[in-house]
Structures are given as C-alpha cells and as structure tokens.
C-alpha cells in the first residue's frame, strides 16, 4: 500500500527512530519532544501503513466451547480504521444464536462442573489464563489495535499489562467471597451466604474491549456465574480470542459464551430473555434505558448499568486538522 498522510493509529513513521519513545507514555519528560514524529504517535506525518503480523483467526460465535456459524449463515464486516477496510467477515449474531448461547450457558450452570468447583480451582483457571495473556500479548495487543485504531504503544504497554493484572486480581476474589454469622436474640442461628446467580449476560462497548470484557467477565466467573457475552459489532475480534485462551486455561464448555452482533438484534435478545438472570451493560444513557426495560418486562432479571459518555472535547476552528 503507498505511504500517505494519515493520523497514525497503528503505523510507523518513515522519519522517526525505532527508539523513540511515543509522546503519550511520557507527556512532558522526552527530551526530544517536537523534534520529530515518534511511532505510534497520533501526529500526521508521511507514513507506511503496517499490515500486523496477526492471524484473525476467531471470527465465529463461541457457543458451548465450540466456535459455530450464525444460525442464519449471515456475517458482517470487521474494518481497519485507519483504511476503512474489511479485515474480517465475523459470525452475525440474532435471537436463535443467543437462544443456543444462553442455553449452554445455563446447562453449564445448572449441570456442569463450574458451580460445583471450589473458589480456589476457579481462581486457578484465571490466574491460568492471566498467564496466557501474558503469553500473547503481542498478538492481542496487534488485534485490538488493528480493530480498534488506537496506538500499538496503548495497547502493549497500558491495556494488556492492565488486562492480565485485573483476571489476577478478580482470581484473588474468589476463595474471599462469603458470607456472615450475624448475632440473634434467642436460641436462633443466623448466617447469610453469598451463591451464585446464574446465567449473567453481559454486553460491552466498543472503546475499550479488553478492558471491559475483565471487567465483566472476571467478577462473573469469580463468584462462580456462567455467561453470554455480546461484544461490540465495531470491534468483535479481540473478545473471541480471549475466549479462546480461557479454552486453553481450562474453563469448562458453556461457562462462558461469545456472541457477535448488533443491539437491536443480539443484544436485544439477551437483555429480554427469560432464562438470563442479570444483565450487564455499558454504553449508552438512551440504549440503557431500553435495556432496563426489556429485562422488566421479560423476567424481571438484575441489572448493571454504565452509562454516558465524559471527557467530551471542544475543537475550534483554529484547530489543525
């Protein structure tokens, strides 16, 4: 592909050394700062854009530990943002994918042996997994990047070490979760007791699809939930590879399902479906809204909201484009 003036998202400066450090891990403190462009720097500058050396190799639901076809056979485009170009056709998710999603999730809740694990071979399988990430980071690091459009630096060096550290720390959680011997009047004995709640779906957004898929995912599996997963239709690719890696660490099949897709169809589906016992969502105020009252009016299921934006910014006119 020929070079051209861009904002670098995931390229390389034909101008800057490979030893620069990008502006964005030392604002303030590089010595060198405004003498050049620096890799992976948003400045626009005469550029190659760098094909990474990734394999997409995970672009089908993953449903009861196995990577399927949408029911229907439809796919839908996966882009780079830096070009605008499809890197991948990825599994298009409706009601029935959600339907067969949710119920391997509840066999597995209801049958398999997650539930019955105790904490401490729960939280064996995260760390497992935690360290799997660490395995391959680059590799996450390149897809989420590539899918995405934020800097490589960000990914590698912020998100990732972040990624694995959160799995470790929710892993810590699980043999600490328990409940209370509370002081009675009387010849009474009275305790509570912390259990699982179930089918937990959970729909992320597209900003930060690592970061939000462990913020979801590893309190869930922590406390012993089994879970439907709807990732971003922008940015599907990295939540099916991290699925595939908790395979590898040892999860049980149907404890933790991924469906692609958009929200009127998937997540719709999942927010209203009967056999779903929590929802948890971030996005935004007007789709929470619609959430809240689709998990009303179906079975009354708990409900999680993250919603609104922030940091909003005001571009003037003198700005340079």
Known sequence: ????????????????????????????????????????????????????????????????????????????????????????????????????????????????????????????????????VDKHRGELAALESWNSGKPYEQSAKSELPSFARLFRYYAGWADKIHGLTVPADGKHHVQTLHEPIGVAGQIIPWNFPLIMFAWKVGPALACGNTIVLKSAEQTPLTALYAAKLFQEAGLPPGVLNVVSGDGPSAGAALASHMDVDKIAFTGSTETGKIILELAAKSNLKQVTLELGGKSPFIVCEDAES
Do not use: C
């Open 1 to 132: 592909m020929a070079a051209r003036r861009i904002p670098s998202l995931l390229s390389r400066s034909l101008s800057a050394p490979s030893t620069s450090t990008p502006h964005f891990l030392s604002p303030g403190k590089n010595p060198s700062r405004g003498r050049g462009i620096y890799r992976f720097s948003t400045a626009a500058a005469l550029e190659e854009t760098i094909t990474p050396s990734v394999q997409i190799s995970y672009t089908q639901h993953l449903i009861n530990g196995q990577f399927v076809d949408a029911a229907s056979g439809k796919t839908f485009p996966a882009y780079d943002p830096r070009t605008g170009e499809v890197i991948a056709r990825v599994a298009e998710g409706d009601a029935e994918d959600v339907n067969r999603a949710v119920a391997a999730a509840r066999k597995a809740f209801d049958e398999g042996p997650w539930p019955k694990m105790s904490a401490y071979e729960r939280s064996l399988i995260m760390l497992r997994f935690a360290d799997l």
